[in-house]
């Protein structure tokens, strides 16, 4: 197979997803409703008592809402990921899953296609609300809005790779969205995207190591900082090196020869 023919393999993956995108309008919308509450209520409430003092990124005192929009930017991608992956368990219970998996192309490579998909959409949902946020006065420097999309990519294959390995190990779509809980809202709580660490650490000891143990803790910085042109290379190599270990242990998981699907005695069913 040379090259045009794996171009024409993602096109197909990255196509099938977005119209999937499209035609679940619920979606789109259920997945701006989540931030744009934090932006315009939760913010609203929080911000006297939860005011934020001088810290980096930022150059001076910033509002709360200025703050949570990196968070939330985070949650976005973090809930798609999670998303993603709930339709893979269910093109598996239907079927369209073996149909994908037992192409003549490499299982690594569809399921890089996979994330990669899912990757985007979560990029257009990021930047429908950063407009959003523009719009009621939350704006980060123009240059910004275009140094952020490397961090973007990087958070989605992070999120989606996790989402992914958990779908492996779940043969139910039931029993998949039980597991999302517990695993969605303890990485976005215990983390940077609603609190700075130092806040969390001045209320809990415990709470602030976990949060700083937290791998989605980093992906949140590496996206706060690149809004405001800056570089956090310890946020970026933890990210990285999270990705890398999260989408080998997926790629794994998949194949039929080792990993989950072994165990189950299928190739993705």
Not at 77 to 101: C, I
Request: proline share 4%.
């Amino acid at each position: 197979m040379n090259l045009a023919r794996y171009g024409h393999c993602l096109r197909g993956v990255v196509s099938r997803e977005l119209l999937r995108f499209v035609h679940q309008r619920s979606r789109f919308v259920a997945a701006l409703v989540r931030p744009l509450v934090w932006l315009f209520v939760f913010a609203a409430g929080f911000r006297m008592a939860l005011g934020v003092a001088m810290t980096e990124p930022y150059q001076t005192y910033v509002l709360y809402e200025v703050y949570i929009v990196p968070g939330l930017v985070g949650m976005i991608q973090l809930f798609n990921g999670m998303q993603s992956s709930l339709s893979m368990v269910y093109d598996r219970e239907m079927g369209s899953m073996r149909v994908l998996l037992v192409s003549p192309f490499p299982r690594w490579y569809l399921l890089v296609s996979k994330l990669l998909a899912g990757t985007l959409v979560s990029i257009v949902q990021v930047y429908v609300f950063l407009a959003i946020a523009y719009l009621y006065g939350v704006q980060a420097p123009l240059a910004g809005y275009v140094l952020v999309l490397p961090a973007l990519v990087v958070t989605g294959f992070m999120v989606g790779a996790l989402g992914m390995l958990l779908s492996s190990f779940v043969r139910q779509l039931e029993n998949f969205a039980g597991i999302m809980n517990f695993v969605i809202f303890p990485m976005f709580f215990l983390s940077s995207a609603l609190y700075p660490l130092w806040r969390i650490r001045e209320g809990s000891y415990l709470v602030y190591q976990l949060a700083a143990f937290n791998p989605f803790t980093y992906a949140v910085e590496m996206i706060r900082f690149a809004m405001y042109e800056r570089f956090h290379a310890e946020a970026v190599s933890i990210s990285l090196v999270t990705t890398v270990v999260l989408l080998g242990l997926a790629i794994l998981a998949y194949n039929p020869a080792r990993g989950m699907m072994a165990r189950k005695g299928g190739s993705g069913e």
